[in-house]
Structures are given as C-alpha cells and as structure tokens.
T-cell receptor, first 114, second 114 residues
Framework: DSGVTQTPKHLITATGQRVTLRCSPR?????VYWYQQSLDQGLQFLIQ???????AKGNILERFSAQQFPDLHSELNLSSLELGDSALYFC?????????????FGPGTRLLVL | DQQVKQNSPSLSVQEGRISILNCDYT??????FLWYKKYPAEGPTFLIS?????DKNEDGRFTVFLNKSAKHLSLHIVPSQPGDSAVYFC?????????????FGTGTSLTVIP
C-alpha cells in the first residue's frame, strides 16, 4: 500500500459525459501528478500540482482539467468524453518537487467510455 | 515522440537466474531514473532509482546500471523469484521550469518460471 488513494476504482460512462476522478496523496506529500495509461501504452504524464499550484503540464487535452485543494487532495475532471478516453488514470504523489524526486502511485481509476 | 523506450515487451527467466531488463532514452537532460514494478489491477510500485551522477545503485537483489554515454539503463534482478513476475516500467525525469517532467517506457512483462 503506497498510501495514495484514488476513487472511484472503476467508472463506466457514455460519450459526451463529464466525470471527476479523485486522488488523496500520501500524508505529508505536497506534489500530485496525474497520468493516463491507454491499452499497451506507457504512462503518459498529464499534469502536476504542487501545494495547490499547477507546476507542469504534459499531454493534457483541453477537455481535461485538474486542481489541487487546500487539503492537498486533487481532482481530475474529464469532459465531453470520447471513446478514446477509455484508459487507466493514475495519480502519484511525492514529498516535494525537484532533484531526485520519487513518486508513489495510487491504484488507479479504470475509466470505460461507451 | 517516445523519449524513454523499453524495446522488449516481455522476458521469461528461470527461477534463480538473473533477469536483465533494459531501457533506452533519448533526452540528455534527464537527470534521474527510476524503475517501477506493476502487478495487474494495482498502481506502479517504486523499486529503485539512480541519479545521473552515479553509474550503479544496489538494493538487495536489485541493481540498476546507468550508461550515460549510451543513454541506456538496465535493471538486474539476482536471483529471480516467481514473485518478481510483473510488468516493469523504467522512467526518467528532468527539471523543467518549475516542476519535474517524468517520462515512462511502455513496460517489460517479466515472467519468472519456477
């Protein structure tokens, strides 16, 4: 158990809908990362937050957004969902951001768009 | 553009022998490298890391080697055990502006045969 929690574990929805994925980092961790893993793909970095502020952006679609709240939990919002958005979404946390940073991953949310 | 590549999708090894997993990268700005292990239906678990100022790091049965001139790293598992059967991801990071960018390979599925 990494100490990172993600809810829900599974999510089934229809095209055009909007969903929210939630992540609680390990106690004391200030940095949260979101990743997408599609079938047979590596983890694609989406976005990073550090202590409530956006720090880095990867290949995140404009239909997707995220935020980190004062209690440090984070939410990833996916809207106007398409079939291709079906994937595993992982959240990872770390104590800080910088040199030799190690991330700890949650169990993931499996999203299926029908 | 895949900046971190794991060219072997799968590897089978006999129990007790050495497992060698390989990873290549293209970006010379990467300064920290990590290996993660992933079981089905779980998030990636941090295994071992190495910074760019070192060429070897050991932790029990796991050793990571870094060859910066060849932009290559490898993970050695000795001796291999059936419980090591999992998907292994290598990752590389570089500090970009205010945050770290992490790039993951597509993974190598290791099967250790009893």
């Amino acid at each position: 158990d990494s100490g990172v929690t993600q809810t829900p574990k599974h999510l089934i929805t229809a095209t055009g809908q909007r969903v929210t994925l939630r992540c609680s980092p390990r106690s004391g961790d200030l940095s949260v990362y979101w990743y997408q893993q599609s079938l047979d793909q590596g983890l694609q970095f989406l976005i990073q937050y550090y202590n409530g502020e956006e720090r880095a952006k990867g290949n995140i679609l404009e239909r997707f957004s995220a935020q980190q709240f004062p209690d440090l939990h984070s939410e990833l919002n996916l809207s106007s969902l398409e079939l291709g958005d079906s994937a595993l979404y992982f959240c990872a946390s770390s104590v800080a951001t910088g040199w030799e940073e190690t991330q700890y991953f949650g169990p993931g949310t499996r999203l299926l768009v029908l | 553009d895949q900046q971190v590549k794991q060219n072997s999708p799968s590897l089978s090894v006999q129990e007790g022998r050495i497992s060698i997993l390989n990873c290549d990268y293209t970006n010379s700005m990467f300064d920290y490298f990590l290996w993660y292990k992933k079981y089905p239906a779980e998030g990636p678990t941090f295994l071992i890391s190495i910074s760019s100022i070192k060429d070897k790091n050991e932790d029990g049965r796991f050793t990571v080697f870094l060859n910066k001139s060849a932009k290559h790293l490898s993970l050695h598992i000795v001796p291999s055990q059936p419980g090591d059967s999992a998907v292994y991801f290598c990752a590389a990071s570089a500090l970009v502006n205010t945050g770290n960018q992490f790039y993951f390979g597509t993974g190598t599925s290791l099967t250790v045969i009893p």
